[in-house]
């Protein structure tokens, strides 16, 4: 089965730029694989910041982007703020009625 | 505002089923505008997307827990379940039921808050 892959953790300081990759175990990341991401903090539902690779989501701060990156899809964060520091989570659809979500990544703003 | 509300046991026993129920409010879960999923997440890990309903009742599974798993919808009450059959500690999680978007940006819109299952005996 195909694995989604992201970095496990990553840190930034606040103010800094930083950008997480979804990626695939086997192949390249496109438009086709309508990526989107989450973010989520300890105790709550995730909450949706990208859709489609690069739609933010209503009320998503504008320092949020995502793109396409190389073979993997990414989020951006730029100007990063402390209250940024969560999980991040990608999900790419991998046809035939398939979601597979990556690991997540641990961001620390530090 | 759509709201989805999961309900269900909060203890199941090894080699029992584990059924939950989601609560769709503020919308129409027979608008056929959307897929209906089961995501979980285990303590301390990530997301698993369990598998979708449509209104017309098709549904799609993650192929690693197809064998054990049902979605149906009741769009009487507004509402879809999840039965999962056989369950053991490893399905011990955080349970939440979403709102696929699938008009042409496919993604999770609405989340509901989650429910904790714990599988023991």
């Known amino acids: 089965q195909t694995v989604v892959t992201q970095e496990p953790s990553f840190s930034v300081s606040p103010g800094g730029t930083v950008t997480l990759t979804c990626g695939l175990s086997?192949?390249?990341?496109?438009?086709?694989?309508?990526p989107s991401w989450y973010q989520q903090t300890p105790g709550q539902a995730p909450r949706t910041l990208i859709d489609?690779?690069?739609t933010r989501s209503s009320g998503v701060p504008d320092r949020f982007s995502g793109s396409i990156l190389g073979n993997k899809a990414a989020l951006t964060i730029t100007g990063a703020q402390a209250d940024d520091e969560s999980d991040y989570y990608c999900?790419?659809?991998?046809?035939?009625?398939?979601?597979?979500f990556g690991g997540g990544t641990k961001l620390t703003v530090l | 505002q759509v709201q989805l509300q999961e309900s269900g046991p909060g203890l199941v026993k090894p080699s029992q089923t584990l059924s939950l129920t989601c609560t769709v409010s503020?919308?129409?879960?027979?608008?056929?505008?959307?897929?209906w999923s089961w995501i979980r997440q285990p303590a301390g890990k990530g997301l698993e997307w369990i598998g979708r309903v449509y209104t017309s009742r098709s549904t799609n599974y993650n192929p690693s827990l197809k064998s054990r798993v049902t979605i149906s919808v009741d769009t009487s009450k507004n509402q879809f379940s999840l039965k999962l059959n056989s369950v053991t500690a490893a399905d011990t999680a955080v349970y939440y039921c979403?709102?696929?978007?699938?008009?042409?940006?496919?993604?999770?819109?609405?989340w509901g808050q989650g429910t904790l299952v714990t599988v023991s005996s």
């Open positions: 999900v790419l659809y991998m046809g035939s009625g398939i979601w597979v």
């Open positions: 979403a709102r696929e978007n699938a008009e042409g940006r496919n993604y999770f819109d609405y």
């Open positions: 086997s192949g390249s990341v496109s438009t086709s694989y309508y």
């Open positions: 503020g919308g129409s879960i027979s608008s056929g505008r959307y897929y």
């Open positions: 489609s690779t690069n």
